[in-house]
């Protein structure tokens, strides 16, 4: 299945730049701070509520999710020009005719040899 469109990051959020860490959980860059014991984080355990629980997506809700992503795709598609697809036609037309006539002339040979080689 097609994958989620990506979106735009919003400038105004900037991301942080990640500071190098070493295994006792200090800041590597920063000597000066190489002794000092970094301060414990608390994480507290938020418990989620059936009504802020996602529901999940029916077939026809995915069905509608794939096509409005189809829509925006078929939006950034750069489309030959009239001229550009009546030549790739005429370029492919010949390319098949050169190719089926080739191999029907090795189909009526071999065939012509194998009737030789059996009688």
Do not use: C, H
């Not at 036609?89 to 080689?117: E, P």
């Amino acid at each position: 299945m097609m994958g989620r469109l990506l979106r735009k990051k919003d400038p105004s959020k900037k991301a942080k730049k990640a500071i190098p860490v070493d295994e006792a959980g200090r800041n590597s860059d920063s000597p000066a701070e190489m002794g000092k014991p970094l301060p414990a984080v608390k994480k507290t355990y938020t418990p989620v509520s059936k009504a802020a629980a996602v529901k999940e997506k029916t077939f026809i809700d995915k069905g509608i999710q794939f096509l409005r992503e189809v829509k925006v795709e078929l939006k950034k598609v750069t489309w030959p020009s009239r001229k550009q697809t009546m030549g790739s036609t005429v370029v492919v037309l010949v390319i098949v005719t050169i190719i089926s006539l080739f191999l029907g002339l090795v189909d009526a040979g071999l065939s012509g040899l194998i009737r030789a080689v059996l009688q």
